[in-house]
Nanobody
Framework: QVQLMESGGGLVQSGGSLKLSCVAP????????MGWYRQVPGKQRELVAE???????NYADSAKGRFTISRDNAKNTVYLQMNSLKPEDTAAYYC????????WGKGTLVTVSS
């Protein structure tokens, strides 16, 4: 079973920063578009940012200018650097890979206090 392992969530004050990490199995990482999604209770999961194997990136409007997605090929890891965090960024953040299949991590909780 494919496992994507997220880490880096936590509690931060408004205006602060967090860096999320997602480690994927090597065979998945190298052929997949990797992304970060987020979800709050009662709402649909939404795309935050995604990055292709050629490092083309795409961001939700809410993330542009504040969040940066990147890949570390040596570590099979995708990062989401989140700066200038706002209370409305509070959500469970999920790592996703799309390649030979569509896989999700279990999520990491980000809480931004005002």
């Amino acid at each position: 079973q494919v496992q994507l392992m997220e880490s880096g969530g936590g509690l931060v004050q408004s205006g602060g920063s967090l860096k999320l990490s997602c480690v994927a199995p090597r065979v998945i990482y190298w052929i997949s578009r990797m992304g970060w999604y987020r979800q709050v209770p009662g709402k649909q999961r939404e795309l935050v940012a995604e990055i292709t194997t050629s490092n083309t990136t795409n961001y939700a409007d809410s993330a542009k200018g504040r969040f940066t997605i990147s890949r570390d090929n040596a570590k099979n890891t995708v990062y989401l650097q989140m700066n200038s965090l706002k209370p409305e960024d509070t959500a469970a953040y999920y790592c996703n890979s799309v390649g030979i299949g569509n896989y999700w991590g279990k999520g990491t909780l980000v809480t931004v206090s005002s």
